[in-house]
């Protein structure tokens, strides 16, 4: 090869890098915020990139997307927040409960925010209002926080005659307050006896258990959190092995093994919260985005899980299910 060729390729190779910066350059980023992991995480990642989808954004192709994972360590949200401020990214996702989500808001007051949260938005001070946000911020809202009394009705429901159920909480969760408040009313209603589980360590989760069984409680609630639902597997792994019934908030527990749950459906509502961004991305100014609510809430059974504990589960119940995982 000639040296004046070799030179030509050389400079060729040399700018492929440079191009490949500029290219990245002109795409928008994505900050994408989690209170826990992203193993756990995945199936509602690729819902999100499902939405950015729909309104013509492909992740590594004409968007980037930088992701935060807490790991269940809500302490570390403020932190990585303000590590996606620097970037600086176009969108801010802020996902995995109102924790995030405030973590978010405290970090920016410019940059659009998409999030997801189970906590009433307005009350938390995240928006002005549901149908006109305001400020920099809009997503969803799951309104998990005051389901706690349904999924109670559920488990009395199908154990008429349980004495004592217990109530798995996480009191790091901005949320907790109105859970246990929500709880409580339900509870003095119907004249049941509850017993609150504090947890936010998997250790907590083993103790919880143990209590539980020393206590013995006739079933569990299982309340929304971004932990618990990071540790779904541990979760229905210690309800089995205790052949207690639980009723948790999202399907995926359900899927993995638990007996049956109340709620919407999460994969949707992050293909929402994916549109959005890309709608933002396209112009649209988050303070005019109202937020969206979920308008259906599906129970789920596992008949085995039920099979596998001893429990019976009448023809009628199993009827108004939404979904039985034989």
């Known amino acids: 090869m000639r ?11 040399a700018a492929w890098p440079n191009a490949a910066r500029s290219q990245q ?42 992701y935060r ?13 303000e590590e996606l401020v620097r970037r600086p990214v176009s969108v801010l ?13 405290a970090a920016t007051t410019t940059i659009p925010i998409v999030f997801s949260s189970g906590s009433d938005p307005v009350k938390f001070g995240l928006v002005a ?9 809009t997503g969803v809202s799951f309104l998990l926080d005051t389901l706690g009394s349904k999924r109670l009705e559920l488990l ?45 360590s998997e250790g907590d989760i083993d103790t919880a258990f143990a209590a539980i069984a020393e206590k013995r409680a006739d079933a569990i609630v299982v309340t929304p959190d971004p932990f618990f639902l990071s540790r779904r597997e541990r979760i229905v792994a210690l309800a089995a092995r205790h052949a207690i019934p639980a009723i948790y908030e999202w399907r995926e527990f359900v899927e993995a093994g638990g007996l049956m749950s109340y709620g919407p459906s999460a994969t949707e509502m992050y293909r929402l919260i994916g549109v959005y961004a890309g709608r933002i991305l396209n112009g649209a100014k988050p303070g005019e985005l109202p937020v969206l609510q979920p308008t259906t809430f599906e129970l789920v059974i596992n008949a085995s899980t039920a099979k596998a504990i001893g429990l019976n589960i009448p023809p009628a119940f199993f009827g108004r299910a939404d979904e039985v995982i034989e």
Do not use: C
Not at 129 to 137: E, I, K, M, Q, Y
Not at 157 to 184: C, F, H, M
């Open 25 to 66: 350059q002109t795409m928008p980023l994505i900050g994408f915020l989690n209170s826990a992991s992203a193993r756990e995480w995945a199936h509602l990642v690729g819902a999100f990139r499902k939405g950015l989808n729909e309104v013509g954004y492909v992740e590594g192709q004409n968007v980037l997307i930088d």
């Open 93 to 105: 996702v802020a996902t995995g409960g109102a924790t995030s989500v405030l973590a978010a808001k």
């Open 156 to 200: 009395r429901e199908l154990l008429p005659s349980a004495k004592l159920i217990a109530a798995l909480i996480n009191p790091d969760n901005v949320g907790t307050e109105i859970q246990l408040q929500d709880l409580r009313k339900a509870a003095r209603a119907t004249a049941q006896q509850l017993l609150f589980l504090n947890a936010n």
């Open 3 to 13: 040296r004046r060729e070799f030179i030509a390729l050389v400079g060729v190779a």
């Open 129 to 137: 209002s549901l149908n006109r946000p305001g400020g920099n911020a």
């Open 69 to 81: 994972w807490a790991e269940g360590l809500y302490d570390r949200l403020p932190a990585l927040a």
